[in-house]
């Protein structure tokens, strides 16, 4: 690694061979406007709002792809950059519908921020060019509004990335160029919400479901039960003004109660009944020497990815509901019977980190006795704004333990579901030890704690070799893909996130996410399993009483715990006015 | 003849033809430090800027010549094949007759058929490999990594033209220039490099012998020059047009320009994009507001990812202040 100085407005900085003078800029806290710029993406320097001038260059240079050069002099708050500046800012704002007080991502814009912080007046000029637009909803998943796009392509480029050539895709029309959702049979969206998260503006959001959750909480004919997944209690936070990865878990629980939940469920409980069940299936089918692989099916968009994209692996995919699935038929069927409450009286509403979630509750597949086991889904980001317009500050708030007398208590195993691994980890560590009867010494995977997009992991357990991988970003799944078809028995278990470092990074989590937020909240996924005297889901008292009680039953387990898939045609394009 | 050809370019001074003048040797030695690898050899011939129309002579009358350039390319550089790169009037029109020419060698035709912008050399790139046609940063230059990622040279029809005269010590420093407007005849000229702008309408018998401003280096990207300014040098792309003074609607040229930009560019940057459709709103309404003009003009030249958008005040900008003002 070569390293040299450069400066930066006079000043002299350490810079390595390979940097780019935005991300040295950055690390030495100098501010230059960037927004269509993202980690995950390479520069397509199209905003053209992180100009600098370089000392001895004729032209301004767009900072974000500008490689570092020993000695070279670079400046950032020059008169042309401030001028420029300001128009290129007013032509992209003038571009878009700048509804912002109506528009659902006021708070997590970086064109607004931008507006705000360089104290910009649109003059106005330039008349709307984009108003009337249709508008889109791809499933019951992300809305998207042409006319608040600015046209930076980042949605595009992390949708080619995330499915088989892309659902969002440019259109050329006669003068400009529009993205819009491929209306191709063989592209479809796999909800899986990454456009959002790297969407500068507001044309990409969930499509909203907590406004119906307000008003039920507001019905009191209804039992409203909360459960949240494991990847809110490190990020809900950021929405608060906390740092990334603090664990809040106890905080949402009593924000939730002051809310007026009836009950608050923890999905890291299920999370374990879905270790019971997944373990089980690996056991069986490595003794009976089948050495396919078994992929984990919690992510909803891996799901349909499958489905859609690869069907022919969906033989491979495990049977097994995902955790917040099997909790909400959990409740619907075995609480509800304890408390003397019908399922049609209950309404379950998840709160998770992802967007595809809301296509997974809609699967008709799921239903147990004609009744949907979740009503409704919202993301991380409308429950800070269910928590916002009831003047409930999460930072603030005291901590509470869960009052549930059964299925109140979660494992660590359950909590690090979240992050890519996780699912692996706890696997693993019910596996051994139902495999060896004794558990593992170490219970953590260091590899696996990487924050890579492929990590894989070999063990021996009672002498069989045994081949493990976990992999986050449909990028990396295309490889992990690739290379079963080569040796269709080269892993034994597969863990597929969807989104790059799994849900901790999920279309519904708090915005901006970049690589440093995205450590934090699963290093701190990490901690609260530390902290957990809980660290094995087999071991997880009441998961114990549940078997004993509940999921003895062979057809039971069966209509609560497991599911089908199928080949999947392409889903539904709403168009709105 | 191989080992030396680029010396050859490099005394002969040849610049490249596609119009940004860049020493064509330069580039040739650059592509041969990369020999080992799999070399692309393009020859762009996208021709998409409005009155530039020489590369078509050639593809007419001197198909032999041009093939033969491409053929120097490809024994100059080891590993490599060729790409004719055509614009889809031009792919349908001439390329049977190319192939009694270039049949037997590594040489296959590709039909353009995105818009202007593809032939810029970067977004040529992308258009070939069926992505959007963008340009793309440099570095990397195509030179180290451009089509599908492998070295890449890529010369305007011209440029290969030229080096088959180079080749054969029949190089004499000359350029075709496209010559239309308000002339009597329109057409191609193949005269040296090294004279002016006057020198060349006068050789050619194109002098107005009425009120006239011309249109020099392209339809499009061309900067206005009056009568009294024709003693410049050539530089750019060889085409001059001429408009009769009196008979020139100045707002409708404007909006021929607008809107060729408007759907020509490639819409990928900011200033780009959104000036150009913010000039056509403008030349539509025939009302320029010149203190807005100005502010887009200075986006669009020191922000513009690529030539295209620093380029393009360059006609407006000298057809106000010369032509409008007076």
């Given amino acids: ?577 | 003849m191989e080992q030396d050809i680029i010396l050859k370019m490099k005394e002969a001074n040849l610049l490249g033809r596609g119009g940004a003048l860049f020493p064509t040797w330069m580039k040739w030695d650059g592509v041969k430090k990369q020999e080992g690898k799999k070399i692309y050899i393009i020859a762009n011939g996208s021709e998409g800027e409005p009155a530039v129309f020489k590369d078509e002579h050639i593809l007419k009358n001197h198909p032999k010549e041009f093939i033969e350039g491409i053929k120097i390319a490809l024994e100059t550089f080891s590993g490599s094949e060729a790409i004719i790169y055509l614009n889809h009037i031009y792919f349908d029109k001439y390329k049977k007759n190319l192939e009694k020419y270039s049949d037997g060698s590594k040489i296959t035709y590709f039909r353009k058929t995105a818009r202007y912008i593809a032939g810029d050399e970067t977004a040529l790139m992308s258009h070939i490999e069926g992505k959007r046609d963008e340009p793309r940063s440099k570095p990397p230059y195509p030179a180290e990594s451009g089509l599908y990622g492998l070295p890449t040279l890529v010369n305007n029809i011209e440029t290969y033209y030229r080096i088959s005269e180079i080749a054969s010590d029949k190089y004499t420093g000359k350029i075709f220039y496209s010559i239309s407007g308000d002339v009597k005849q329109k057409g191609v000229f193949d005269l040296p490099v090294s004279l002016s702008i006057e020198e060349v309408l006068k050789t050619t018998g194109s002098y107005p012998n009425f009120e006239f401003f011309i249109q020099y280096g392209g339809g499009a990207a061309g900067a206005i020059y009056l009568p009294n300014e024709l003693k410049a040098p050539i530089l750019g792309a060889a085409s001059i047009i001429i408009y009769n003074r009196k008979k020139t609607d100045l707002f409708k040229l404007m909006e021929r320009w607008a809107t060729f930009y408007a759907a020509e560019n490639c819409d990928k940057c900011t200033p780009c994009r959104e000036s150009s459709n913010r000039i056509l709103e403008m030349v539509r309404k025939r009302k320029l507001d010149i203190e807005n003009l100005r502010e887009l003009f200075l986006v669009l030249e020191n922000t513009s990812f690529c030539p295209l958008g620093r380029g393009m005040s360059v006609p407006y900008k000298t057809l106000i202040d010369k032509v409008m003002k007076s």
């Fill in chain 1, 1 to 577: 690694m070569i390293e040299f100085n450069i400066f930066i407005n006079g000043q002299e900085y350490k810079a390595k061979e390979g940097d780019k003078v935005l991300e040295v800029a950055k690390k030495f806290d100098i501010y230059i406007p960037a927004l269509c710029y993202h980690c995950d993406l390479i520069p397509h320097e199209s905003c053209r709002l992180c100009m600098v001038e370089v000392e001895g260059d004729k032209n301004l240079r767009a900072s974000c792809s500008l490689l570092v050069k020993p000695g070279m002099r670079v400046h950032t708050n020059t008169p042309l950059i401030e001028q420029t500046l300001k128009i290129n800012l007013e032509l992209i704002f003038a571009q878009h519908e700048g509804k912002c007080e109506t528009c659902k991502r006021k708070t997590n814009c970086k064109l607004l921020e931008l507006v705000q912080e360089k104290h910009f007046v649109a003059s106005g000029k330039y008349s709307n060019r984009k108003s009337n637009h249709p508008k889109y909803q791809f499933g019951p998943s992300i809305s998207f509004d042409p006319s608040k796009c600015i046209n930076c392509e980042n949605c595009s480029e992390i949708c080619a990335m995330q499915t088989n050539g892309g659902y969002l895709r440019p259109r050329e029309g006669k003068y400009n160029f529009e993205v819009s959702p491929s209306l191709a049979h063989d592209h479809d969206c796999i909800y899986c919400g990454q456009c959002i998260a790297h969407c500068p503006v507001g044309a990409l959001s969930e499509a909203e479901d907590y406004p119906k959750v307000q008003k039920l909480l507001k019905n009191n004919n209804k039992k409203v039960v909360f459960q949240f997944a494991p990847a809110i209690r490190t990020s809900i936070g950021e929405e608060f003004g906390m740092a990334p990865g603090e664990v809040v878990t106890r905080k949402i629980f009593s924000a939730l109660k002051k809310l007026g939940a009836y009950k608050v469920f923890d999905t890291s409980f299920a999370a374990d009944v879905t270790i019971m069940e997944e373990s089980e299936e690996l056991i069986q089918k490595v003794l009976n020497g089948d050495n396919e692989v078994m992929f984990s099916s919690c992510c909803p968009a891996w799901v349909k990815y499958v489905e859609f994209y690869e069907p022919s692996f969906i033989k491979n995919l495990t049977s097994v509901r995902s955790p917040q699935i099997i909790l909400g038929g959990l409740i619907k069927n075995y609480w509800a019977k304890k408390e003397r409450i019908k399922p049609k009286d209950i309404v379950v509403v998840s709160i998770m980190p992802c967007t595809a979630k809301k296509f997974e509750i809609t699967r008709r597949e799921l239903k147990i006795d004609g009744i949907n086991p979740v009503d409704f889904i919202i993301t991380t980001r409308e429950f800070a704004k269910l928590l916002k317009e009831s003047d409930i500050n999460l930072k603030e708030i005291e901590n509470i333990e869960s009052d549930m007398e059964i299925m109140g208590t979660f494992t660590g195993a359950g909590e690090i579901f979240g992050a890519s691994g996780g699912v692996l980890e706890a696997a693993i560590r019910t596996t051994y030890s139902k495999l060896t009867g004794k558990s593992l010494e170490n219970l953590e995977f260091k590899q696996i704690h990487e924050f890579r997009g492929i990590k894989e992991l070999e063990l021996s357990i009672n002498g069989k070799k045994l081949s493990f991988a976990a992999v986050s970003g449909i990028e990396n799944v295309k490889e992990i893909l690739r290379r079963i078809k080569d040796n269709p028995t080269r892993y034994n278990c597969v863990e597929v996130m969807a989104c790059p470092g799994g849900c901790i990074s999920g279309g519904g989590q708090p915005l901006p996410t970049d690589n440093e937020i995205r450590k934090a909240r699963s290093n701190g996924l990490y901690q609260a399993d530390r902290d957990n005297k809980h660290r094995e889901s087999h071991k997880n008292p009441d998961i114990i009483k549940l078997y004993d009680e509940f999921l003895c039953k062979k057809e039971i387990r069966h209509k609560i715990c497991h599911t089908s898939f199928k080949k999947r045609n392409k889903g539904k394009l709403s168009v709105l006015k």
